[in-house]
């Protein structure tokens, strides 16, 4: 199972929006709605941020928000905060019924 | 408040056997229907699933490792665990333990990780 595909690095100014693409294949993110996404500041374990391509995790700002077309899912972070620095991962079940994460993207705020 | 804990040596010899430990405080392991996973990260790099098991023993692994990998549980305990056989300097690691719901690819739960160093 090959890795799902996101953008090593995205950046933005507080404030703004951003958005982290997920990119996989008719077998993972195209045919299931399983898409979950976590955020992972440097050293700490990951934290689910998005479940199910769009739903948020009690505790999660409504800020963070979450969407699927076709093969592509994405991470939207609006008004963003100094805070939301991180790495994000995105995940999808997949046609082999195991997971299979994305490389990453770090988040940069400007 | 579920609670998750990784524990076993820090530095296994090449060739030999890795062997880690997840004790599950704050409920039970067989409450609810919950998974239970391994997933890893080298230094600077992704995350990567390794495998997970439910409590009835039933597991399910990543094809590219599947052949070094066996997960297990102990109700008993309260734990779970990962043993991956024939390791080298590629299995250097953060190792998580996470809870997985449903098994569908959705990990609320993490530990805190352990770091795995593979060297002679």
Redesign the interface.
Known sequence: ?S?LTQPPSVSGSPGQSVTISCTGTSSDVGSYN?V?W?QQPPGT????MI??VSNR?SGVPDRFSGSKSGNTASLTISGLQAEDEADY?C???TS?????????TKLTVL | QVQLQESGPGLVKPSQTLSLTCTVSGGSISSGSYYWSWIRQPAGK????IGRIYTSGST?????LKSRVTISVDTSKNQFSLKLSSVTAADTAVY?CARD?GG?????V????TTVTVSS
Do not use: C, H, I, M
């Open positions: 199972q890795a399983r979950s976590y374990a990951p934290k689910l479940y199910e995790p991962y995940s999808s079940y082999s019924s195991t997971p299979v994460f994305g490389g990453g | 992704g995350l990567e699933w399910n692994y990543n094809p590219s998580y719901y569908n690819s959705l990990w609320d993490w530990g805190q990780g």
